[in-house]
Protein backbone atom coordinates (compact mmCIF):
# COMPACT_ATOMS: atom_id res chain seq x y z
CA UNK A 1 0.00 0.00 0.00
CA UNK A 2 1.33 3.29 -0.45
CA UNK A 3 1.26 6.27 1.49
CA UNK A 4 -0.91 9.23 1.45
CA UNK A 5 -0.33 11.68 -1.36
CA UNK A 6 -1.89 14.74 -2.62
CA UNK A 7 -2.81 14.27 -6.41
CA UNK A 8 -4.54 16.99 -8.46
CA UNK A 9 -8.27 16.54 -9.29
CA UNK A 10 -7.83 17.41 -13.02
CA UNK A 11 -11.68 17.13 -14.70
CA UNK A 12 -12.11 13.53 -15.20
CA UNK A 13 -11.01 12.89 -11.15
CA UNK A 14 -13.80 15.68 -9.97
CA UNK A 15 -16.26 14.29 -12.42
CA UNK A 16 -15.65 10.48 -11.29
CA UNK A 17 -16.19 11.43 -7.74
CA UNK A 18 -18.74 14.32 -7.39
CA UNK A 19 -21.29 11.74 -5.91
CA UNK A 20 -18.57 10.94 -2.81
CA UNK A 21 -19.16 13.40 -0.12
CA UNK A 22 -15.52 12.24 2.15
CA UNK A 23 -11.84 11.12 1.59
CA UNK A 24 -13.13 7.55 2.03
CA UNK A 25 -15.58 7.28 -0.29
CA UNK A 26 -12.91 9.38 -3.10
CA UNK A 27 -10.64 6.79 -2.63
CA UNK A 28 -12.78 4.17 -2.22
CA UNK A 29 -14.36 4.94 -5.83
CA UNK A 30 -10.69 5.89 -7.33
CA UNK A 31 -9.35 3.11 -5.66
CA UNK A 32 -12.49 0.58 -7.28
CA UNK A 33 -12.08 2.77 -10.79
CA UNK A 34 -8.20 1.81 -11.15
CA UNK A 35 -9.00 -2.11 -10.12
CA UNK A 36 -11.37 -2.24 -12.91
CA UNK A 37 -9.51 -0.07 -15.46
CA UNK A 38 -6.10 -2.69 -14.73
CA UNK A 39 -8.36 -5.89 -15.06
CA UNK A 40 -9.58 -4.27 -18.42
CA UNK A 41 -6.11 -3.43 -19.75
CA UNK A 42 -4.73 -6.90 -18.66
CA UNK A 43 -8.22 -8.49 -20.82
CA UNK A 44 -7.22 -6.61 -23.62
CA UNK A 45 -3.20 -6.65 -24.66
CA UNK A 46 -2.65 -7.09 -28.16
CA UNK A 47 0.40 -9.15 -29.06
CA UNK A 48 2.52 -7.36 -31.36
CA UNK A 49 5.48 -8.00 -33.16
CA UNK A 50 9.23 -6.06 -32.46
CA UNK A 51 8.61 -3.89 -34.93
CA UNK A 52 5.03 -3.38 -34.76
CA UNK A 53 5.76 -2.34 -30.88
CA UNK A 54 8.70 0.07 -32.07
CA UNK A 55 6.49 1.78 -34.72
CA UNK A 56 3.84 2.55 -32.17
CA UNK A 57 6.32 3.33 -29.53
CA UNK A 58 7.63 6.22 -32.27
CA UNK A 59 4.15 7.34 -33.38
CA UNK A 60 3.37 7.74 -29.35
CA UNK A 61 6.30 9.50 -28.69
CA UNK A 62 5.14 12.88 -28.45
CA UNK A 63 3.93 12.13 -24.91
CA UNK A 64 0.54 11.25 -23.20
CA UNK A 65 -2.58 10.18 -25.51
CA UNK A 66 -5.99 12.31 -25.54
CA UNK A 67 -8.73 9.50 -26.14
CA UNK A 68 -9.10 11.30 -29.75
CA UNK A 69 -5.18 10.39 -29.90
CA UNK A 70 -6.07 6.77 -29.02
CA UNK A 71 -8.84 6.26 -31.86
CA UNK A 72 -6.20 8.06 -34.57
CA UNK A 73 -3.08 5.35 -33.90
CA UNK A 74 -4.52 3.54 -37.06
CA UNK A 75 -4.13 6.46 -39.19
CA UNK A 76 -1.09 7.72 -37.39
CA UNK A 77 0.83 4.35 -38.16
CA UNK A 78 -0.41 4.99 -41.86
CA UNK A 79 1.05 8.19 -41.86
CA UNK A 80 4.63 7.37 -40.59
CA UNK A 81 7.06 7.14 -42.97
CA UNK A 82 9.55 5.83 -40.64
CA UNK A 83 11.52 2.75 -42.24
CA UNK A 84 11.33 -0.18 -39.74
CA UNK A 85 12.77 -3.61 -40.46
CA UNK A 86 10.27 -6.05 -40.48
CA UNK A 87 7.22 -3.68 -40.31
CA UNK A 88 4.17 -5.13 -42.21
CA UNK A 89 2.40 -1.44 -41.75
CA UNK A 90 -0.54 -2.24 -43.54
CA UNK A 91 -1.22 -5.52 -41.29
CA UNK A 92 -0.42 -2.92 -38.29
CA UNK A 93 -3.09 -0.44 -39.80
CA UNK A 94 -5.87 -3.02 -40.11
CA UNK A 95 -4.83 -4.45 -36.76
CA UNK A 96 -5.58 -1.40 -35.14
CA UNK A 97 -8.42 -0.92 -37.33
CA UNK A 98 -10.18 -4.31 -36.11
CA UNK A 99 -9.72 -3.41 -32.40
CA UNK A 100 -12.08 -1.95 -29.98
CA UNK A 101 -10.76 1.29 -27.63
CA UNK A 102 -9.98 -1.03 -25.15
CA UNK A 103 -7.85 -2.73 -26.92
CA UNK A 104 -6.06 0.41 -28.20
CA UNK A 105 -6.01 1.97 -24.46
CA UNK A 106 -4.10 -1.63 -23.91
CA UNK A 107 -1.52 -1.09 -26.45
CA UNK A 108 -0.79 2.51 -25.53
CA UNK A 109 -0.70 1.41 -21.61
CA UNK A 110 2.11 -1.57 -22.07
CA UNK A 111 4.33 1.26 -23.90
CA UNK A 112 4.23 3.54 -21.33
CA UNK A 113 1.80 6.24 -22.44
Known amino acids: M ?12 ALLTERESNTMEISGRIN ?3 ERYLEIIAQHEMALSGPERECLERVCAAGVLAPHEIHEL ?7 KD ?3 GLDREALVQK ?8 L ?3 VESLGY
Open 105 to 107: VAV
Open 83 to 85: QIE
Open 2 to 13: NKKTRIYFGPPL
Open 96 to 103: LESASFAD
Open 32 to 34: RTA
Open 74 to 80: PMEVELN
